[in-house]
């Protein structure tokens, strides 16, 4: 299973953006970074795990703090404006090819 | 990573191309785009007309949950050879686009897998960009209105 998320999905999220532009301009600890949010604190470490994965975010280790700064370079991706075009038409034809498969099957 | 579907928009060109390998047969992959009710299917609209035929025309329709009419598309067919090949054009309704020409070609890989290339023929360069960015635009928007209404809650 390929664990590695799409940036899309990532960033579609309002929470998620939130904390995007939360480090933007510093790097912060997870603690602080939940701090800014009335979501549960777990709820803020899955989103930090989640943008960590698709390496929006970079996170690193100082004394017994985690500390999360933004990937500049995996940002820039996002700025490739055909992505979304490219998605968009993919989540189509993976609906084509399920829908002919399950066709094929009988159903 | 190798992405199953694949878009080539050269800069200052007013074409554009989308290859995607299936693991489908061709003549089920012709199919989904042949009978209306495949089409319907995965691409989420009602087809209103579907005539696959040279000089046959075809349009889509797609409401939302209160009935309005959010999406409708027409155009004509110019060639259609089953299993290999549609050439057609496709236009979008009330909407600042000109129409566009499309190539459609469905390729035989193995008996299970399938190639599609699609080559999109726009009226101007302007034109292609704006188009390919509609799902861009669209996204941001959502995820910035989304944003505005957490950061409003929040006060």
Known sequence: MNLRRDVFQAIADPTRRAILFLVATQSMSAGTIAANFDTARPTVSRH????TECELLKPEQSGREVYYHLNPEKMKA?????EPFRKLWDDRFNKLESVMKAYERGL | MEHKTKV?????RQELFITREFDLPVEL????YAEADFVARWMGTKVLKLENKT?????YETKDGEGKVVFRANGTIHEFIPNRKI?????MEHAPFSVQLEFLEFKKLTDRTSMLSIHTVFRSVQHRDDMLKLPFAYGINMAHNRLEDIMAGRE
């Open chain 2, 29 to 32: 992959l012709f199919k989904a």
């Open chain 2, 55 to 59: 000089h046959g025309s075809w349009q």
């Open chain 2, 87 to 91: 050439v057609r054009t496709f236009e």
């Open chain 1, 48 to 51: 930090l795990k989640i943008l």
């Open chain 1, 78 to 82: 996002i700025a490739d404006f055909v």
């Open chain 2, 8 to 12: 080539r928009a050269e800069e200052g």
